[in-house]
């Protein structure tokens, strides 16, 4: 496999974000692309706005975060998105995804490692229409990526077994922690912990408790942050976006069944913290 040493993101969101930032930070000439030019040049303040808290905490020197800004950069159009390894971060359709991987295949000559950040659609749907597959990957962060430490290293069927290998020493080279997955719907974290937040929804509907007690109680029993305040942080839609994409794969299940109440926030436009209101208001 070739060495890495440029890494090009595409997704200026949350994930995005925080992938980029590791990655610079790492060592890694970064690339960010997104089709809102705004929201890149917003990453890339939000970026340096992170690190410094950094510095600030004494996490990372001066001239660690100098380097890294000076690693990152924006690319405007994808047609310039050229890198050994290019990571996924948009929105959780496999149509989107499919059809962006194969642009980038091309663009890239077939040379260019495609990974996915999906935490839901399996990577072997996606790597569909590939001319190799063989080169597609999935490489799930958490959030917020540039803190938390696991890394799920996700296997297609015909994943090249090189490219996990290497994957699992590329997460390592970000200080991350990989874990290998075989490929399923939801793959491992997300598909336990989808009834963290399926459960407390049902709850919800059912009027057993509200939201604050839920949460409170969630909390008191040693979660760090309960489930409606994990929601809105990480986005009220693509919670259910996930949910619902693992609702179908696994043929309807009513385990996994998504919240009407979920459904409501979102045509609603209440996604939470991002949008000042979801569960709660910002």
Do not use: W
Not at 13 to 26: N, P
């Amino acid at each position: 496999m070739n060495e890495i040493k440029t890494v090009g993101i595409v997704g200026a969101g949350t994930m995005g974000i925080g992938i980029a930032q590791v990655c610079a930070l790492s060592g890694y000439n970064t690339f960010l692309f997104d089709i809102n030019a705004d929201l890149v040049a917003k990453a890339l303040i939000q970026i340096e706005k992170n690190i410094e808290g950094g510095v600030a905490k004494g996490k990372v020197t001066a001239e660690q975060k100098k380097e890294a800004l000076a690693r990152l950069s924006s690319v405007s159009e994808l047609a310039y998105l050229k890198a050994d390894l290019i990571i996924e971060a948009i929105v959780e359709k496999l149509e989107v995804k499919q059809k962006l991987f194969s642009e980038l295949e091309q663009i890239n000559n077939g040379k260019a490692i495609l990974a996915t950040n999906t935490s839901s659609i399996p990577i072997t749907q996606i790597a569909t229409g590939l001319k190799d597959p063989s080169k597609c990957v999935g490489l799930h962060f958490f959030n917020p990526a540039h803190i938390m430490k696991l890394v799920e290293v996700i296997s297609g069927v015909a994943t090249s077994p090189a490219l996990i290998d290497q994957m699992k020493e590329f997460s390592l080279s970000l200080n991350k922690v990989p874990v290998l997955a075989k490929d399923s719907p939801g793959f491992i974290v997300n598909r336990v912990a989808r009834h963290y937040y399926v459960e407390a929804l049902q709850i919800l509907e059912e009027n057993v408790a509200g939201v604050e007690t839920i949460d409170a109680l969630i909390q008191s029993s040693g979660f760090k942050m309960g489930p409606f305040k994990l929601m809105d942080l990480i986005g009220v839609d693509t919670n259910f976006s996930v949910t619902t994409s693992m609702y179908n794969s696994f043929h309807q299940a009513p385990k996994f069944r998504p919240s009407r109440i979920q459904e409501q926030k979102v045509n609603s436009g209440q996604l939470g913290r991002k949008t000042g209101k979801g569960f709660y208001d910002y």
